[in-house]
């Protein structure tokens, strides 16, 4: 099996991406990073994430018609490939394995 190995930011963007499912650009990429992972997020980093993801075929995208609203700017969206639906699934088998092994790990309580 040839593996896909992913960092874990390029992770979440991978997952980001399927999540917004054909509304995944830029800004709500980042909006979307920041709330459910408590991570301060640049937009650079998101772009620079989705660049290689793509490079690596796991991602594709296309330019959206244009908005008044972003000045008449067109947004470039992103959806998950084939290979990265792939990966993804590889990934939560992966993990899955490991937390399925876990049995008596002790539950943490989070006390303020």
Same mark, same amino acid.
């Given at each position: 099996?040839?593996?896909?190995?992913?960092?874990?930011?390029?992770?979440?963007?991978?997952?980001?991406?399927?999540?917004?499912?054909?509304?995944?650009?830029?800004?709500?990429?980042?909006?979307?990073?920041?709330?459910?992972?408590? %991570?301060?997020?640049?937009?650079?980093?998101?772009?620079?994430? &989705?660049? @290689?993801?793509?490079?690596?075929?796991? &991602?594709?995208?296309?330019?959206?018609?244009?908005?008044?609203? @972003?000045?008449?700017? %067109?947004?470039?969206?992103?959806?998950?490939?084939?290979?990265?639906? @792939?990966?993804?699934?590889?990934?939560?088998?992966?993990?899955?394995?490991?937390?399925?092994?876990?049995?008596?790990?002790?539950?943490?309580?989070?006390?303020?």
């Amino acid at each position: 099996m040839n593996r896909n190995y992913l960092g874990e930011f390029e992770e979440l963007v991978l997952l980001a991406v399927a999540v917004l499912d054909g509304q995944a650009y830029g800004v709500a990429l980042l909006h979307e990073l920041t709330e459910k992972s408590g %991570r301060q997020v640049r937009l650079n980093q998101v772009h620079s994430a &989705l660049q @290689r993801l793509e490079e690596k075929g796991m &991602l594709r995208s296309a330019f959206g018609e244009p908005t008044s609203e @972003r000045g008449g700017k %067109r947004k470039r969206v992103f959806t998950v490939t084939a290979l990265g639906q @792939r990966t993804l699934h590889e990934i939560q088998e992966v993990r899955s394995s490991f937390w399925g092994r876990l049995a008596n790990f002790p539950k943490l309580s989070i006390t303020g």
